[in-house]
């Protein structure tokens, strides 16, 4: 028996949270907590279950997150698969600018990726020389989302995880690079024209005459869950 061919870009599967008004935090200095602990709890079962979780530059340096497995059964079972205990980390990044200090690159065990643009690459790589672990690709200009997708493919990613912000949601979307959309729903307004949304304006392919399929809806709390599949282009 032979392998299976490696895909031509992994399973996509879009996560985020937001008010009822589409904004995905506020303006102000902190982050503004959007869901409910079940529903952490939901997605780092999510997470659990993908081998590379991407973000955007604009989250790492709001957030400063470390995209980790919370749950230690969770590690503990990705390790009895004779997988790293944590996915692998992905951030787009148009300059490449980002702390090699910041938690993303300074945690886990899977290492990470920075996608950044094709000019940028040359500093990027020196930006990063020293970070151990830290791989640095050129993936056009700006950086394309197909060809991030296609080199974590070839890295063995199968199920990818993209947890935002606003510019990397939106150019999976138009680009028509995402398989599922999670979306948990906060049971309140943010109302400020300032704060981000979870998606800018852009041609969507999925529009009135190609919905998406809503294949699950459900509370958690307070929180509404809605979980989308959409047709992405699989070719």
Sequence with gaps: MTDQPAPVRPYTILSCAMSVDGRIDDAGPDRLRLSNEA????????????DAILVGAGTVRADDPRLLVRSQRRRQ????????AHPLKAVLSASGGLDPGARIFTTGDAGAVVY?????????????????????????????????????????????????GTAVHTAFLTAGLADELRLAVAPFFVGDAAAPRFVDPGAFPYGPGRPMRLAETRAIGDV??????LDGDRA
């Design 39 to 50: 529903d952490f709890d939901e997605v780092d079962e999510l997470r659990a279950g993908c």
């Design 77 to 84: 079972r990705r390790l009895a698969e004779g997988r790293t």
């Design 116 to 164: 950044t643009g094709d000019g940028a690459y040359a500093a990027a790589a020196r930006r990063f020389a020293e970070a151990a672990g830290v791989d640095v690709v050129a993936a056009g200009d700006p950086p394309e989302p197909g060809a991030v997708a296609a080199d974590l493919a070839l890295r063995g990613v199968r199920r990818l995880m993209v947890e935002g």
């Design 224 to 229: 509404v869950l809605l979980r989308y599949l």
